[in-house]
């Protein structure tokens, strides 16, 4: 089962659903604004992602508010604090089967993370 971090207002989520639909693949979705990760499961997605681990913040306009710079979230440490705080930060979407996870941008990653 593929696990899909899923923010319904961001476009490149939304894409990363009909895409497993248009590739009949189920997937289980997860609103991570409605039931943000915990430190323990951030830290086990961490465990799993393919992408470096500071990609998985965004830096969007949000992050510059809260007074946070790339060195802010340059370790994991770092990265699973700001999460835990600011959940809205987290990249998306992310995929997740089994052992491995990636961050579904660009697009066209997750056909072929779903093919897999």
């Not at 696990?3 to 009909?18: E, G, I, P, Q």
């Not at 323990?40 to 992050?63: A, H, M, N, Q």
């Not at 604090?81 to 987290?90: C, D, N, Q, S």
Request: net charge negative; aromatic share 4%.
């Amino acid at each position: 089962m593929t696990t899909v971090l899923h923010n319904k207002a961001c476009s490149t989520s939304r894409a990363a659903l009909d895409t497993a639909a248009a590739e009949g693949v189920e997937v289980e979705v997860h609103d991570y604004l409605k039931k943000p990760l915990t430190e323990s499961e951030l830290r086990d997605l961490i465990g799993k992602l393919e992408d470096p681990v500071t990609d998985l913040v965004r830096r969007d306009p949000y992050f510059k508010a809260q007074g946070l710079t790339d060195s802010d979230v340059a370790t994991q440490d770092q990265v699973v604090a700001v999460l835990v705080e600011h959940p809205r930060l987290m990249q998306r979407p992310v995929l997740i089967r089994g052992d491995r996870a990636i961050i579904g941008r660009p697009k066209d990653r997750v056909a072929a993370f779903l093919a897999e």
